[in-house]
């Protein structure tokens, strides 16, 4: 969805993206805390959740920003207001029914790929090409988790494949 701006209708989408990055940053602290008695594992998942709180971060500094400077709203917040509304219903979940690691690992990463289009550099295009610089400066040293995830997925598989095996 390409839609010219309108400050006043428009920032709200900073703020359900700030939501959906907050409540993914808690999904993952959660794990964190569940798995802490695989080293590896908690430390990963808190690294993740900080990175999250780093694009939680991006959105409230664009917030701020856009009362000054002209952007485009690229996605439908519709669909990130139902996006938001799933994740609260999941952290829900997995506080009722706790994931075994492999499978919080294959649901984050299906969840990582499926959300990549609310990230920052999507969701909004600024006229000022050197304000979206900054955002894709900053959301390259990002990128790199969901590629973290998928290899101690990996890894954790083939720990049970030779365990099992």
């Known amino acids: 969805m390409d839609t010219t701006s309108n400050h006043a209708d428009h920032c709200l989408i900073f703020k359900i993206c700030a939501r959906i990055e907050a409540q993914t940053a808690e999904l993952y602290h959660y794990y964190s805390e569940l798995f802490r008695e695989n080293h590896d594992a908690a430390q990963l998942w808190h690294k993740t959740a ?41 952290l829900s979940h997995v506080r009722q029914q ?55 997925l990996t890894d954790v598989t083939q720990s049970r494949t030779d365990r099992d095996g």
């Open 50 to 90: 900080l990175e999250e709180e780093n694009h939680l971060r991006q959105f409230e500094l664009a917030d701020r920003l856009y009362r000054n400077v002209d952007f485009v709203v690229a996605i439908d917040p519709e669909r990130a207001e139902r996006v938001c509304h799933k994740l609260g219903m999941l």
């Open 98 to 152: 706790p994931p075994d690691l492999e499978t919080a690992l294959s649901r984050a990463i299906e969840m990582e790929e499926s959300l990549a289009d609310l990230h920052m550099e999507s969701v909004v295009r600024f006229a000022d090409g050197s304000i979206q610089k900054i955002f894709k400066a900053m959301m390259r040293f990002d990128q790199e988790h969901v590629q973290l995830l998928k290899r101690f």
